[in-house]
């Protein structure tokens, strides 16, 4: 037999295993349909928002920790606790400082309004003295300036020195009156004013204070946990363990185009471990890609299966079943 007889031979094979192949039918090692259902193999990993780092808040050191490694925890459970000393100390500090400041905003109410009136009264004639006085020097430093006596800065020294006088005259003014219209107005104001600024530091400091004590930010098992005592890290720069949820997972499954084509959000899908039994799983389809895999040409697609009994492992390879015949069940 020549060689062309050979390789026309060898064509009509190709030819007729292509055309043998099922439709839907993938690459070994995957499945394809079967009685218009779509089986394939897909991977199950954590919902998006069910793993939670555990990282250090603040750079004091670990002084104790309250969990182990496998253990289930509850969202806002704490797992370990800071040297929080200096934490504790400037706590205290700011509330000394708020009790003071009240203090004297009490003081402050009950001091004789009359003694008040008289001091801003005083305080409105030195201002308005040195207002007059301010004037007059300018009114001669102009004078000499317009004759070339004294360089333009020492005129303009004078202007500024006039304006500010005026602001304070009228300031001096604004004090008396509110002193005349509600006894001791402005000093309270100011007073009360401190007061809740010494509020909003104490507040911050109590707050800061919770972070030396690190707590879960999810309900979920520890899978890894690496502090111990006396371990530092500066916050950003470290983390020292991961809770995760598995109460719901996702199953990623990577299709030809040909059979992600087909899938839509939110179609039922039956997810089944192979050594697991018991009945299958059922979840519906979360994302279907619209990008494939550079390198594997396959379309990414999740299917979100509840888990509330654990009976799923994480990372573990899973069937998935698409279709249309048990929508309703």
Known sequence: MTARCWFILG??????????????????????????????????QPAPGRVAFICPLVVDPVKEVLVRQGDRVQKGQVLLKHDNEEAVT????????????????????MKPHGEETKQAEQALEKARFTL??????????QGLWEKGAVPEKTCRE??????????????????????????????????????????????????????????ARIAGVVTELRAGPGLTARPGTAVWGKIVDVSELDVRCDLAPGQARGLKVGQPARVRDESDPGAPL???????GVVADPGTGRVPVLVRVANPDGRLFCYVPVKVEFGAAFTSR
């Open 282 to 288: 059922r979840g519906r389809v979360a994302v279907v």
């Open 132 to 141: 007059k006085t301010r004037k007059r020097d300018l009114q001669r430093m």
């Open 11 to 44: 064509v009509g094979l190709v030819t007729f295993a292509a055309l043998g192949r099922a439709p839907g039918q993938g690459p070994a090692g995957s499945t394809g349909r079967t009685s218009g259902r779509l089986v394939v193999t897909g991977k199950t």
């Open 90 to 109: 400037k706590v205290k500090a700011k509330e000394a400082v708020l009790k003071s400041l009240e203090a004297s905003l009490t003081q402050i109410k």
């Open 158 to 215: 004078a202007r500024l020195a006039y304006e500010k006088a005026q602001i304070e005259e009228r300031s001096a003014a604004s004090r008396l009156q509110a002193q005349i219209r509600q006894p001791l107005g402005w000093q309270i104001a100011e007073a009360k004013a401190k007061v809740a600024e010494a509020k909003a530091e104490l507040e911050a400091a109590e707050e800061a204070l919770q972070d030396f004590r690190l707590k």
